[in-house]
């Protein structure tokens, strides 16, 4: 059995890893802002060559392992928490805790919702469905994002989640410093506005795709 030391430093290793995906596949998705032609074939040629890329299928094994140990120490965490009484990951040290630390365990239930919901929508569908083909060959993994992205339900989903993404890494960057011995007072207030900074652009960056295919897309 883990202690709740391991676990802590699992759950920041594991959110480490996820904020790096996270980044790195907000800038791949920033082309879906491209013009409506451009973005159709580069959006699904970059979808190809990642499906085809052996190197970027061993790291997709670790995103889904990493998911799933995040998910599984995060409840176990907050069950052991609520048992004591005390709060998911609460190290105010005589401070009031923040909103977001003393819900972590709802923000981390909604984004795991999403995450299937994502996950049956496009990674499913592009995998083991029978999506069309574009002009080049490639699946037309764009048309299904426009699809998708055209149901007014889901945008609002998206939105709602992205939100409760931007709180969780608010509140996770902010642990995970602790947890590394990262949190020096000399710092302290550097790392809280980077993590704010990279927290909101990513959400933001993330909810305003769907709003701008909703409105643009044809």
């Given at each position: 059995m883990l202690s709740?030391?391991?676990?802590?430093?699992?759950?920041?290793?594991?959110?480490l890893f996820l904020s790096f995906f996270l980044l790195i596949?907000?800038?791949?998705?920033?082309?879906?802002?491209?013009?409506?032609?451009?973005?159709?074939?580069?959006?699904n040629a970059y979808s190809h060559f990642?499906?085809?890329?052996?190197?970027?299928?061993?790291v997709s094994y670790v995103l889904y392992a990493s998911i799933i140990l995040h998910a599984m120490d995060g409840l176990i965490i907050t069950l052991k928490n609520k048992k004591s009484g005390g709060h998911y990951q609460s190290e105010n040290r005589g401070r009031a805790?923040?909103?977001?630390?003393?819900?972590?365990?709802?923000?981390g239930t909604v984004?795991?919702?999403?995450?299937?919901?994502?996950?049956?929508?496009?990674?499913?569908?592009?995998?083991?469905?029978?999506?069309?083909?574009?002009?080049?060959?490639?699946?037309?993994?764009?048309?299904?994002?426009?699809?998708?992205f055209k149901e007014w339900w889901y945008v609002i989903i998206y939105i709602l989640s992205m939100a409760a993404l931007c709180y969780h890494l608010i509140h996770g960057i902010h642990s995970a410093a602790r947890t590394l011995g990262l949190y020096h007072p000399k710092?302290?207030?550097?790392?809280?506005?980077?993590?704010?900074?990279?927290?909101?652009?990513?959400?933001?960056g993330f909810a305003l795709m769907p709003v701008y295919v909703f409105f643009t897309a044809k």
């Open positions: 709740t030391l391991s676990r802590k430093l699992l759950m920041c290793l594991t959110g596949h907000f800038l791949g998705n920033l082309q879906l802002f491209l013009p409506a032609e451009q973005a159709h074939l580069q959006f990642l499906s085809g890329n052996i190197l970027i299928k061993m805790s923040t909103w977001q630390s003393r819900n972590m365990g709802i923000l984004i795991l919702i999403f995450l299937v919901i994502h996950f049956q929508n496009f990674w499913y569908v592009y995998k083991f469905g029978n999506p069309p083909l574009d002009d080049n060959g490639n699946k037309d993994l764009y048309i299904l994002v426009v699809t998708v710092f302290v207030q550097w790392f809280k506005t980077a993590g704010i900074i990279y927290s909101l652009i990513i959400s933001i």
